[in-house]
């Protein structure tokens, strides 16, 4: 057995408004929790996206009426609607700005409108960027002109975590994540896994997934996981959408990791709660922790609670289980069973 403090997940899609028949506050936070995860950030990319004062209030309502545990929200910089900035800052965690096109559409192209975002949005809370190959340069480009911080999204390729490792080196305020799915599958994943593989950015080579573990220990700043669910009818259909399912399964695989001795437990820990908690200034949680069993456990579609009831690790092996989770002196998840109840978790940060 070993024990862990709650983890933080800096990169989630809870889905609400407009996506509830994927997902929902209630059932996120429910398998946030049976992942070990005790904080999420949710993703602003909803229908609509959480770009105005209003819709991003009546989100922070839902998720206080319905998370299991703790949530935070990142504001869309949305071309059209960056006037609300200022007041989008009040109560979103962080901005998000998207540079490529993935699933919803909120891709920022214009120069005046990346302008206003770095100089409207408040300097003490952050800026998250969705950016791929050579967006990563406009982003760091942008860190070092407005000299304010950039957290990158779901790193994924060699050549980026290159130049973010040169940037860093330049002593340039970036910092990034990436996801479980892209150290654990490569492009040969995506063949066989087809619509269940697809996500943005997609899977890379043997040779991109090997960069990123080659930096585990120094560029890499966090683990996030993109938890991306989308139902499997909508897989099924054609022009499946983009993103995966990942709170439940991201530990119980960095701990198949830390058994593998690719990464140590304190690397973990500073990945998935230290790191993120300092780079998105979070409140801490007292008495919250996870309880691990080092024991194989098979990952299955079956044992999960995300609303999508579909991981692409279906079928692998993790030496790991979380057998028990404490949120603030109560034992919310235990033997597989969710116990916290709709609303006791804390909404906003
Ligand atoms: C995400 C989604 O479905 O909202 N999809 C994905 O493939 N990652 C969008 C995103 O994070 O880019
Ligand atoms: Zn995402």
Redesign the pocket.
């Known amino acids: 057995m070993i024990t862990l403090p709650g983890l933080i997940d800096v990169?989630t899609?809870l889905r609400v408004p407009g996506g509830e028949h994927k997902e929902d506050f209630a059932t996120a936070t429910a398998a946030a929790l049976a992942g070990g995860i005790t904080m999420v950030l949710g993703?602003p990319?909803t229908s609509p996206p959480l770009s105005t004062p209003s819709r991003l209030t009546a989100a922070m309502a839902m998720a206080e009426r319905d998370a299991r545990c703790d949530v935070g929200l990142f504001a869309a910089a949305e071309p059209g609607q960056l006037h609300h900035l200022p007041t989008l800052a009040e109560t979103a965690v962080a901005l998000k700005i998207?540079l490529n096109d993935?699933?919803?559409r909120l891709r920022v192209d214009k120069m005046p409108d990346l302008a206003t975002c770095f100089r409207d949005w408040p300097r003490h809370k952050l800026i998250a960027m969705?950016a791929e190959k050579q967006s990563v340069a406009v982003g760091i480009g942008l860190a070092a002109t407005y000299n304010r911080s950039v957290h990158f999204?779901?790193i994924s390729r060699a050549e980026e975590i290159d130049l973010i490792a040169d940037a860093k080196g330049r002593g340039l305020p970036v910092t990034c994540e990436v996801t479980p799915h892209h150290l654990f599958l490569n492009e040969a994943d995506a063949t066989r896994l087809g619509a269940l593989g697809?996500?943005?950015?997609l899977l890379g080579t043997q040779k991109d997934v090997d960069a990123l573990w080659a930096h585990i220990n120094d560029t890499i700043d966090c683990i996030a996981t993109?938890h991306?669910?989308?139902t499997l009818a909508e897989k099924r259909a054609d022009n499946p959408?983009?993103?995966?399912a990942g709170l439940e399964t991201s530990l119980p695989l960095i701990l198949t990791a830390v058994s593998q001795n690719r990464l140590t437990l304190d690397r973990l820990i500073t990945l998935m709660h230290d790191n993120p908690r300092r780079i998105y200034s979070l409140p801490e949680q007292p008495e919250t922790a996870v309880d691990i069993e080092m024991r194989p456990s098979i990952i299955r579609n079956s044992d999960m609670h995300s609303k999508c009831g579909w991981t692409p690790f279906d079928g692998m092996d993790a030496a790991a289980r979380v057998m028990r989770v404490t949120l603030r002196g109560d034992i919310v998840f235990e033997n597989g069973r969710v116990l916290a109840e709709k609303g006791s978790g804390r909404v906003g940060m």
């Open positions: 990169h899609h993703m990319n998207y993935t699933f919803g969705h999204c779901h697809d996500m943005r950015p993109d991306a669910p989308h959408p983009p993103g995966v």
